[in-house]
């Protein structure tokens, strides 16, 4: 009996394993994800999709068909970039592969179709303007924020090689402060240098700066009678975003609807 049972254990432990692949296996994002994914319990990393000559002795393909037919993923986590990035994940779904989107650049009418397409199939996703726990809580905080305030600006910093902006976590963040209150952003009688003030969205301001050196720092600004609040986020290694990743992954294999931001899930 007691051999039985831990018989039993074991396969409880086994069919509880995620078995997740990753999408941009090559980049920074995919490669500590890999390592993350290596190194975690209740987790295993299957496979990467590559665009560039794979390896199979480091369990990487350069077909998305391949990859699933042969590792067999419940989980698949996407690093790559748009609007390529939406053709993977859409293709994941209808084969019943979950996927959790880390890649910038999604607008609504990108997350419409990914929502139709897991009604469809009946599976889930998540989509993460940020795994870094921090920034999932600074955007709370300036939700909180921004109905007692007539005034809010962002200021994002990234690392030089970043392909969009503003980024996926600022637009979230207008989105949001956007969403608590209407706010009417008030533009400057003359500019000397073109679009001095930088984007707005939802009446937010949002100024993007890709420098060396850095990894990620987002500030959120708000302005009010006589007061000003900041709210601000530093990372300072990609570290900082796995265990959201983990998160998200444990959470996604069995999700049967579309999830946007780590909150529901945390």
């Given at each position: ?75 698949l ?19 019943g592969?979950r ?27 998540v ?49 949001r ?21 930088g ?11 890709r ?12 302005g ?9 986020h ?13 998160a ?19």
């Amino acid at each position: 009996m007691p051999g039985r049972r831990a018989s039993e254990s074991g396969a409880r432990m086994a069919q509880a394993v995620v078995r997740t692949a990753i999408a941009g296996v090559r980049g920074k994002m995919g490669r500590a994800a890999a390592a993350a994914l290596t190194r975690a319990p209740g987790v295993r990393f299957v496979g990467g999709l590559t665009h560039g000559r794979a390896d199979p002795s480091r369990l990487e393909y350069d077909e998305l068909d391949m990859l699933i037919e042969q590792t067999r993923p419940a989980v698949l986590v996407d690093f790559t970039s748009m609007p390529g990035s939406l053709d993977i994940v859409l293709h994941a779904v209808r084969q019943g592969v979950r996927p959790v989107i880390g890649t910038s650049g999604y607008r609504a009418a990108d997350l419409n179709r990914l929502r139709a397409a897991c009604r469809q199939a009946g599976v889930g996703a998540v989509h993460v303007p940020n795994f870094a726990i921090g920034a999932v809580l600074m955007m709370r905080f300036a939700e909180i924020a921004a109905k007692h305030f007539t005034s809010a600006d962002i200021i994002e910093i990234h690392h030089a090689g970043k392909k969009d902006a503003p980024s996926g976590t600022a637009r979230a963040t207008a989105g949001r402060i956007g969403a608590a209150r209407l706010y009417q952003r008030r533009f400057a009688g003359r500019a000397s240098a073109g679009r001095a003030l930088g984007a707005t969205i939802d009446g937010v301001g949002v100024h993007s700066l890709r420098l060396k050196g850095i990894v990620a720092s987002q500030e959120v600004l708000f302005g009010g009678e006589a007061e000003t609040l900041s709210i601000r986020h530093e990372t300072y290694s990609r570290e900082s975003f796995m265990a959201g990743v983990l998160a998200a992954v444990r959470a996604a294999s069995t999700l049967t609807h579309c999830v946007e931001g780590l909150e529901e899930l945390l």
